[in-house]
């Protein structure tokens, strides 16, 4: 008889839950993609390294494969797919990045804009140099990171403007925990 090693978790994502069965071993980014369906998260290096699979934990950035999909439990994670507003408005830093030319194969794109778009939130006026040294924990193949920095550095602007925020989805209540 083989062991039934799954068991089910209930994961709150971008305001939505999904109750899933899965191994306790699996990762929150291959969680979110397999069983949740929400393939913009990538992953990379698979181990802590590149950052392409930044997530939000209690509004907190992680790397989603270093957590796995039970430590997720109870906590409320956001994805690319969540910083989408209504009618599918872009977040000031998804707009960023299409005027500043901020992706080029894109794999990278969902880390570095989760990444940068949380950090705007808490920080709504950074200088140059904590922009970079905050991306500087994310890698991009394809090298654009001063396109990167310049879609950053115009979505920072447009935030404080605008008093922007990160979309909060209707059934979620505003104001994610601080706790990591
Ligand atoms: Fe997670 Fe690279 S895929 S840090
Ligand atoms: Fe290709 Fe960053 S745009 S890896």
Redesign the pocket.
């Known amino acids: 008889m083989t062991e039934n090693r799954t068991r089910t978790v209930r994961l709150q994502v971008n305001g939505e839950r999904h109750e899933v069965n899965l191994e306790p071993r699996k990762?929150l980014?291959d969680a979110l993609r397999e069983d949740c369906g929400l393939t913009g998260t990538?992953?990379?290096?698979?181990?802590?390294?590149?950052?392409?699979?930044?997530v939000l934990v209690d509004g907190k950035p992680v790397?989603?494969?270093?957590i796995f999909a039970v430590q997720a439990e109870g906590r409320s994670v956001r994805t690319v797919e969540g910083l989408t507003g209504d009618n599918n408005k872009l977040h000031p830093v998804q707009q960023a990045f299409t005027e500043h030319h901020g992706l080029q194969c894109g794999f990278c794109t969902p880390?570095f804009v989760v990444l940068a778009a949380s950090y705007l939130e808490e920080n709504p006026r950074p200088t140059e140099d904590e922009l970079r040294e905050v991306l500087s924990s994310?890698?991009c193949r394809c090298t654009g990171y001063q396109n990167i920095l310049d879609a950053v550095m115009s979505a920072a602007k447009v935030m404080d403007g605008d008093q922007a925020t990160i979309a909060t989805p209707a059934n979620e209540p505003s104001g994610t925990s601080t706790t990591g």
């Open positions: 990762s980014a990538h992953l990379g290096c698979e181990h802590g390294v590149c950052g392409t699979c930044t790397r989603g494969c270093l880390g994310n890698l």
